[in-house]
């Protein structure tokens, strides 16, 4: 078990272009969340998947958003277009399978920081 | 919508001091409650959790204690040490229609301990 891994670590791109994450989930783990983290703050969410299911989004995410987790395993987060509002550390985090997704522990990975010029 | 404050910090301690960091939380439902810390340079991580009201969570000499009649879940040392220097953020689980157990966090307490 290697844990919840991200790609890349540092991200920095110039204003409207296209960027795209990534994240690997720790292994049959079927929950998987996005937060964004801006500086001095805690993190906000963003999305969740249920296996590939997008259950729900945040209205944070604007349209120039978009996620998916095609296999139910890894899941990739796409901003179009970007803005220098959109710089952030992006957290991918997964649960396993419990109880219930409201007490289950999520494990994170250690970011993308996207700085957008 | 549910919510959660923290003090504010930096929060400064010689080494041994006792710490306290005080978390308020607002919520609909019986959320669950945890406390991530995030050293620097690295991810957030578990320090404890706490799933239902009187439950104590507690690792690493740290504890706290979910207590509904306060709507609090504040994080206490006996004996802090400088490898304690982190930033710390108390966050709940959303209990809304869906369900999703996505976090709520506050904006992080930063603790500086001094040798």
């Known amino acids: 078990d290697t844990g919840v891994s991200q790609d890349p670590r540092h991200k920095i791109t110039k204003r409207g272009q296209n960027v795209t994450f990534r994240c690997d989930p720790i292994s049959e783990h079927n929950r998987l969340y996005w937060y964004r983290q801006t500086l001095g703050q805690g993190p906000e969410f963003l999305t969740y998947f249920q296996n590939e299911a997008q259950l729900e989004k945040s209205r944070l995410l604007s349209d120039r958003f978009s996620a998916e987790r095609p296999k139910g395993s890894f899941s990739t987060l796409e901003i179009q277009r970007t803005e220098q509002g959109d710089s952030a550390m992006y957290l991918c985090?997964?649960?396993?399978?419990?109880?219930?997704?409201?007490?289950?522990?999520?494990?994170f990975g250690p970011g993308t920081r996207l700085t957008v010029l | 919508g549910n919510s959660v404050t923290q003090m504010e910090g930096p929060v400064t301690l010689s080494e041994e001091a006792f710490l306290t960091i005080n978390c308020t939380y607002t919520a609909t439902g019986y959320p669950s409650l945890f406390w991530y810390v995030q050293y620097p340079g690295e991810g957030l991580q578990l320090l404890l959790k706490?799933?239902?009201?009187?439950d104590k969570g507690s690792n690493k000499g740290f504890e706290a204690t979910y207590r509904k009649e306060t709507t609090s879940f504040h994080l206490e040392k006996g004996s802090v040490q400088v490898s304690d220097s982190a930033v710390y953020f108390c966050?709940?689980?959303?209990?809304?229609?869906?369900?999703?157990?996505?976090?709520?966090f506050g904006q992080g307490t930063t603790l500086q301990v001094k040798p």
């Open positions: 966050a709940l689980s959303d209990q809304g229609s869906s369900n999703t157990g996505k976090l709520i």
């Open positions: 706490a799933t239902k009201a009187d």
């Open positions: 985090a997964s649960s396993p399978r419990g109880l219930a997704a409201s007490t289950d522990t999520q494990y």
